[in-house]
């Protein structure tokens, strides 16, 4: 999902980085108002790639379910296929 991200067009990147900046809720069930910089652009940054990840969870099972695959869930959310 990063390379994924790392690849779009820059101004692409941008627009999704503020759209998940938009939806983190500073002082909800964590209290997030005393990260750093750097702990909240990767915040921000794991907020993006959730929502791919959910995006791609609920994208057809013509492609995914199938009796000749194998699918396994890494902790890093990365997907395989084999």
């Known amino acids: 999902m990063k390379k994924e ?11 999704k980085l503020r759209m998940s900046e938009f939806n983190i809720q500073r002082k909800g069930k964590e209290d997030l ?4 910089k750097q702990e909240k652009k990767d915040r921000i940054l794991l907020g993006v790639l959730y929502d ?8 057809s099972n ?8 194998v699918h396994v869930f890494t902790k ?4 395989i296929s084999v």
Do not use: H
């Open 52 to 59: 791919r990840a959910i995006q791609f969870a609920t994208q």
């Open 33 to 36: 108002t005393q990260l750093n």
């Open 76 to 79: 890093s959310s990365n997907y």
């Open 5 to 15: 991200f790392d690849q779009l067009d820059p101004s692409v990147q941008e627009r």
């Open 62 to 69: 013509d492609f995914r379910k199938k009796p000749d695959k």
